[in-house]
Structure formats: C-alpha cells, structure tokens
C-alpha cells in the first residue's frame, strides 16, 4: 500500500490480494480502500493486513458498516469511532494472521488545518495473548501544527519500497505536484503508481502482493484548480481494467455504494425489459427503505 499528497490532491494505491498462508492459493479481488467525506474533511482509508475474515467479510466494507448513519460527525471524530470499533473487533481476527497486524493509513483534506495523515494501528501477539493499538497523526516534527508526512507505505509491498533508493518517490512528488498544475493528467499519475505496485508483485517473493490494484485519488474542496473531486481505475499489472466497479462510500452519514447498487440495479431491469419512461418512485423508495440506516460494529 501507498498513498502521497500533493497541496490539492490525494492518492492511494492498494494491491488486491487475498491471501491465506499457503492453505489455498490467493485470489485478487479485494477491495481494500474506502472513500470517507465528512463535515469538514474528505478522506481515504487503506490498509494492509486482513484482508478478509473467515467469513468472507471485507474491511472496508466494515469499515462503511461502522460509519454508517453517523452522519454530521467530523473527520477525526469519525475516525475516533472507527478506532474505537478497531481496537474491540480487529483481535480475534489478527490471532489467526501471520504477523498479528493490520494498519489503516489515512490520507486527508481536513478544512482548517490541510492535509493529514493518519494510521489506526492493531497488532495481536497470538503466543501472549497481548494487544497493542494506536490512533495517530504522521507529522514530520513533534510541533503542533507541523505538516504531515507526505509520502506513506505499509503491508510487505511497502516494505520492500521502503528499502529501495529514494529516487522514486521523488519522481513521484514531482508527478503529484505537476498534476495540480494541470501539467499531467490523473490518468499519468494512477498509471505510474499501478507500475509501483506491479513492480513490488514481482520483487516480493512470498505472493503477499498481487499483481492487481486499486488507485484512487481525492481533491481538496478548495482546490486551486478546478478539476472533479476524485475517482479510482482498476489495474491488471500495468493495464488500466475496462470495468472499474464502486468502491465504499460514506459521505456524511450515508452509504452510496449501497444506495448505488440499488439504483443500478433498477436501471438494468428496465434496460432488460425495454422499460421506458421514469421508474416507480414508490418501487424505488420502498428498495431504499429497506437499506441498514444504522452502524454496526461487529465484524464477522
């Protein structure tokens, strides 16, 4: 995983693979990155670690669970109740996961104050049975108000980045900083960090990292240029995927993947059955009645 931040604009790059220590071979379908906007931020969350419970749940879409309904809330107070739920549901998971550890990496647009980065850490020792969680912000001094860091890596991928000569995150910011300048376009951008991810695929030989990825990129509300407010694309390797499907959303509150899916699904219907016209208001509203409006913190 990696995520950097130029002034105007945020981008995270995930692998999407799922692994089980060798018990079944992986599969590169997840979806490890949600959207969060709130009252006074816009944000995205990562992570590396669990991919996936035994049950087949996602974080990220429980993740979208817990923040659910909890609208008017600001950024950090949000990601307070995600770190709260974290710290209770996470261990009981990590004691089966080689390592024991799951990170959230949080780049922001947070108004007031600019761009920030958070973790919400979780580390479980299944030999002694010990917990150790933080929730923090990445600073490059210890002064309040110091800016954030960055450029952040996690998960083995970003480990061997880590490692590496520092040229390439220097190319990197340079990227990034052109892109607010309408001197490159997004596309540039999400293209070079797929081939970072693909890079790490192949140079990481214990088939942690998957040869797929998810890069989307948010912008500052107050964005110098005008320009949208973010998207994502799909890789296979360094190819851009023709389909690239809705990602979790929270925005204030309400889930828009779900209310998404709802509306898509009503679309192809009619599509199928050559409908024209509106579609059943009432029909529609009674599908979207019946959408969970409240959070829920279990992670099964």
Same mark, same amino acid.
């Given at each position: 995983?990696?995520?950097?931040?130029?002034?105007?604009?945020?981008?995270?790059?995930?692998?999407?693979?799922?692994?089980? $220590?060798?018990?079944?071979?992986?599969?590169?379908?997840?979806?490890?990155?949600?959207?969060?906007?709130?009252?006074? $931020?816009?944000?995205?969350?990562?992570?590396?670690?669990?991919?996936?419970?035994?049950?087949?749940?996602?974080?990220?879409?429980?993740?979208?669970?817990?923040?659910?309904?909890?609208?008017?809330?600001?950024?950090?107070?949000?990601?307070?109740?995600?770190?709260?739920?974290?710290?209770?549901?996470?261990?009981?998971?990590?004691?089966?996961?080689?390592?024991?550890?799951?990170?959230?990496?949080?780049?922001?647009?947070?108004? !007031?104050?600019?761009?920030?980065?958070?973790?919400?850490?979780?580390?479980?020792?299944?030999?002694?049975?010990?917990?150790?969680?933080?929730?923090?912000?990445?600073?490059?001094?210890?002064?309040?108000?110091?800016?954030?860091?960055?450029?952040?890596?996690?998960?083995?991928?970003?480990?061997?980045?880590?490692?590496?000569?520092?040229?390439?995150?220097?190319?990197?910011?340079?990227?990034?900083?052109?892109?607010?300048?309408?001197?490159?376009?997004?596309?540039?951008?999400?293209?070079?960090?797929?081939?970072?991810?693909?890079?790490?695929?192949?140079?990481?030989?214990?088939?942690?990292?998957?040869?797929?990825?998810?890069?989307?990129?948010?912008?500052?509300?107050?964005?110098?240029?005008?320009?949208? $407010?973010?998207?994502?694309?799909?890789?296979?390797?360094?190819?851009?995927?023709?389909?690239?499907?809705?990602?979790?959303?929270?925005?204030?509150?309400?889930?828009?993947?779900?209310?998404?899916?709802?509306?898509?699904?009503?679309?192809?219907?009619?599509?199928?059955?050559?409908?024209? !016209?509106?579609?059943?208001?009432?029909?529609?509203?009674?599908?979207?009645?019946?959408?969970?409006?409240?959070?829920?913190?279990?992670?099964?």
């Amino acid at each position: 995983m990696l995520t950097v931040h130029s002034r105007d604009s945020l981008w995270l790059m995930v692998d999407r693979r799922l692994s089980y $220590g060798g018990r079944r071979p992986p599969i590169d379908d997840a979806v490890k990155v949600m959207n969060l906007e709130t009252s006074d $931020g816009v944000g995205l969350l990562g992570y590396a670690g669990l991919g996936a419970t035994a049950r087949g749940t996602q974080p990220s879409e429980w993740m979208s669970s817990v923040l659910r309904g909890l609208g008017g809330l600001t950024f950090e107070t949000a990601l307070g109740v995600l770190s709260a739920a974290a710290n209770k549901e996470l261990p009981k998971h990590l004691a089966s996961l080689p390592g024991g550890a799951h990170v959230i990496l949080i780049p922001a647009f947070v108004e !007031g104050v600019g761009p920030r980065l958070y973790s919400i850490d979780n580390v479980f020792d299944r030999k002694t049975g010990q917990h150790w969680y933080r929730y923090t912000s990445h600073q490059r001094t210890a002064e309040p108000g110091s800016p954030s860091t960055r450029l952040a890596v996690a998960g083995t991928g970003g480990i061997y980045l880590a490692q590496k000569d520092k040229r390439w995150w220097r190319t990197l910011l340079r990227l990034v900083n052109a892109n607010d300048r309408g001197k490159v376009s997004d596309y540039l951008v999400a293209d070079q960090l797929a081939r970072i991810n693909y890079e790490a695929h192949q140079a990481v030989r214990d088939g942690t990292v998957g040869p797929r990825c998810i890069v989307v990129r948010r912008r500052r509300r107050d964005a110098r240029r005008p320009a949208s $407010g973010g998207g994502h694309q799909f890789y296979t390797g360094v190819e851009r995927d023709g389909e690239s499907v809705a990602i979790p959303t929270i925005t204030n509150g309400m889930d828009l993947q779900a209310i998404t899916r709802v509306l898509m699904k009503q679309m192809m219907s009619r599509f199928a059955d050559d409908a024209l !016209g509106d579609p059943d208001a009432d029909e529609l509203n009674r599908l979207l009645a019946k959408l969970p409006s409240e959070p829920d913190e279990k992670l099964r």
